[in-house]
């Protein structure tokens, strides 16, 4: 039997996030009171977004009381937060940034998972390796007990940050993707450049951090979590190299100037964006990554 979103469940889903419990927790309750889980986290996202946007157009909604569905559990957390999100509203095949026009070329829902083709010139993908270059190390991945980094065998890159604005190459990129996602510069981490050589991979892992690990909080105190991710691919590999989304089943080509963007409206395993860069087969592979956090990042 389908299941309907009603107007009376949208409301009840705002009152929720008024009343302090997380979106784990109202997921949960629905859940509990026998809706479909695709079904609960699709009203859930929708839902909260809406919202969202009628708050910062001045708008108000009258919840019904935090009764009216389900219980939503007795221990309050953050509410739901906004997320990156490229306006797909008008179904468009391409997008003007101003000072480039990208194109797109694939997009899911859930999880939130949309290709654009053309972000950066081929002049920008050779300029961003010479840069990054001379400048290579071991990439490290965030150590979860400390907040700090490690080594780790599952992931065997070579990579370096650049600072936000730190050239005017870096500057320009930041304020298209800005654009692009509809998030402010200050919301980013630094562009990340990595290179994979013959062999290298990136074992499928979430980009959030994990609120069960003791050094999660030390991590959200520089901007909070992390809530989308652009991969920009600098070079096309001989074979292989792909980023893979191994729950939905997609794989994205690496193609230079290219770039996949997802989002997470919160740090679990349901927002289904569990990706990883498989092996590469022939030649090396070039990617940029930008982590976009809930708040300002210093």
Known sequence: MSQTITPELRQWIVAQAQAGFSPEAVLEAMKASGWAEAVAMEALENTLKQHLQSISAGQTLKPLPAGAVASAGSAPAQAGTPVPEIDLSAAPREIDLGDRTVRVLAALRTPRVVVIGGLLSEDECEGLIELARPHLARSLTVQATSGGEELNPARTSSGMFFNRGANPLV??????????????????????VLNYRQGAEYKPHYDYFDPAQPGTPTILQRGGQRVGTVVMYLNAPGQGGGTTFPDVG??????????????YARPHPDTRTLHGGAPVLAGEKWVATKWLREGEFR
């Open 171 to 192: 500057s320009t990129i930041e304020a298209r993707i800005a654009r692009l996602v509809n998030w402010p510069v200050t919301h980013g981490e630094g562009l990340q």
């Open 250 to 263: 997609l794989e994205v080509a690496p193609q230079p100037g290219h770039a996949v963007f997802f989002s």
